[in-house]
């Protein structure tokens, strides 16, 4: 009966353990499902819209395939087809019943049309035949250069949330949801990838794989300790059958034994059986535990059945975008991006005094301030370099909710060597250009920055004359400037926090430094004033959580040195700086020369029992010249 259920445990085992495999081969099925774009006509771009690419649930993985380079990028759909808007490409969509759609999409906005050219080209339709000639021949000629004019190469483009560049083969794993789009391209101008595939993960857990491998293995274990029972049993009933022969008559036991043997176990050594039947019953069980082991081993987490329970999220602060407010201009690793290859740009623009190249990545009070410095270091051999640009870490990212251009950000960098932060401002003017900076300061020391809107949500744009701020942007810098001239006699003194400042002190300082050393040697024939105004660049303001701003202004602060007789000049031997600007080291009418401030505040809302901070700030010298 033993070999019976022995034989039942190792048959049973046998099912379980072949069903359990089936499971995870023949049986289980494709672990991936993918869908082949097919592209009929050629064009330089191939934009795949979001719904492509999550008609099926879980990540994505895109394959391009193609001769030499191959370029792929993902981002927000309306971003791309702005920058895709005038140009010709094969937008791949979902139909109404849910299949592939490629069509192709001609550019929505002519760049080459200039309407400067169309008063002309109606005067030259009145003029005689040869003008007619001549423009017919303009035209056709203006056509060939648009045919031979090149596309615009994706690479490096702002706009992108990431990119990828591959030779051959692109492989991309993604993960995006249906509002954004990938982009793929060779280099702008060749035929994008016509060998394109998108392709998801499939679920094919099996969670009764495992459970049967081992309680299959558990049922041989006890087919085998069956088995050897059996073959127990059936030795010992295998036992000489012959009748034996006659035992001596049973005598009495002599008691009297007094040597050493009495009452000592034999320690004889175990017969050859006892030690051969020991190995037998050892070797008999290794196979056991080296299946287990096997089984064990070869068991996924997939095959098993998920029991435990979901870990029950902690609760965190939120912040709920306003209803109709529009998308953040970038995210934090977008903005990351962007700043460090500003940085780059800028630090090689510093190292080779180059102005050109500097305008690739700055503008307005940032950009002429490092012209100025460029021209005097051109000049003068040790005039110092201005400060880097900081890039990482980026510790704050509050972007401009804003669909349209342009579109800013402001962000705070930390610059761990020298334990100091950068507060900027980053905008893009339209969908093709890059970011660059408009406005940077340095943090103080003890600023605390107000509650922001995290970077997932964004911020929108305080207009320059809005009246729900203690005072509008576009008025900030006068104020300021008020304060910086006339001080506590200034009407806005009230409204700006004094605790603190340290612009507003050290300008104080600095000024009458310069006038006590100037009237030690002039106060008889020259005069030194101060002024402050606000400067060319337009504020931009984001609004905090709590209804208030940051806003960036620029303030210039001019000093003006004049001479009080026509007999007297003033000189301006000892300084270098205003020497090398204005081209000349006296003047009979005196010199003025402007220092250019970017200045960043917090605003609060008209409500607020709070006074207006500075945050930030940098100063640098802009320009002298003669009266």
Known sequence: MRFVWAVAAFVLATVMIGAGIAQRTIFQGPKTETAAISVEEQTPYLLIDGAVLNQMPGTQTLRAQAEGDIFASYGRTADMEAWLSDSTYTHVTLDDQGALDTQVVEPAVDATVDPAAEAPAEDAAAGDAAAD????????????????????????????????????????????PEDMSVLVAADGTAPAPSKVTVSWPLQTSTPWAGPLIVVGGILMAVGVFLYILGIRHARRKRGPRRKGLPLPVTEPIDIAIDHDDKGVISSAKPTRRAVSSAGRRAFAVLPVVAVSA???????????????????????ATVIAPDGQQAPAVTKAQAERILTRIAATVADADAAMDGDLADTRLEGAALAARDTNYKLRAALGDYPAPAPILAKPLEIILPQAYDGWPRSVIAVADDDESKTSSIMVLTQQDQWADYKLSYVGSLEASTTLPDLAPAYIGAPQVEPDSPFLLLPPNEIAAAYSDIITNGESSQYYDLFEADGDQLRASIAADRQRRLEEFNKTASSTGNLEFSSAAGVQEPFALQTVESGAIVAVNINEIDTVKPTNADAVIKVNDNRTVKTLAGVDQSQTGFATTFSDQVFFYVPGPGSNEKIRLLGYSSDILDAKIL
């Open 133 to 176: 000639d001549a423009a017919a021949t303009d035209d056709a000629t203006s056509g060939d250069a648009a045919a031979e004019t090149t596309g615009r190469t994706p690479v490096g483009s702002d706009l992108w949330l990431d990119e990828y560049q591959q030779t051959d083969l692109l492989i991309a794993p993604l993960q995006l």
């Open 294 to 316: 096997l089984l064990f081993s070869g068991c996924s987490a997939d095959a098993w059945p998920q029991l435990g329970s979901s870990p029950t999220p902690s609760p965190t």
